[in-house]
């Protein structure tokens, strides 16, 4: 069975740093590309951060840039989003989704072909 699993979410002040993991069952990370997505209530969800198959590239939301780094880690067929100097408006849930793009990578859903079922990320003092 294939699966995504998210985990590391969880509360964190403002100003702090949570690690999220997505780890794949059922498959291997080494051909698909890899993105981060978050959806806040009420809002459309937003493509965060997203890797290539290589790792050569690498893409964030303007929101996020110098803030949030992913990572993968094929041997371990993990992806990792580092994310420091949190603020109230990163609160979502956010998931891990792969593609199949060739060597680049998206933060476009409408190419995902398999998704996670998400962690709570709450930024709150």
């Known amino acids: 069975q294939l699966q995504l699993v998210e985990s590391g979410g969880g509360l964190v002040q403002p100003g702090g740093s949570l690690r999220l993991s997505c780890v794949a069952s059922g498959f291997t990370l080494d051909y698909y590309a890899i993105s981060w997505f978050r959806q806040a209530p009420g809002k459309e969800p937003e493509g965060v951060a997203c890797?290539?198959?290589?790792?050569?590239?690498?893409d964030y939301a303007d929101s996020v840039k110098g803030r949030f780094a992913i990572s993968r880690d094929n041997a371990k067929n993990t992806v990792v989003l580092q994310m420091n100097s949190l603020k109230s408006e990163d609160t979502a849930d956010y998931y891990c989704a792969v593609a199949s793009v060739g060597d680049m990578c998206s933060l476009s859903y409408y190419v995902m072909e398999y998704w996670g079922k998400g962690t709570l990320v709450t930024v709150s003092s």
């Open positions: 890797i290539s198959v290589s790792g050569l590239t690498i």
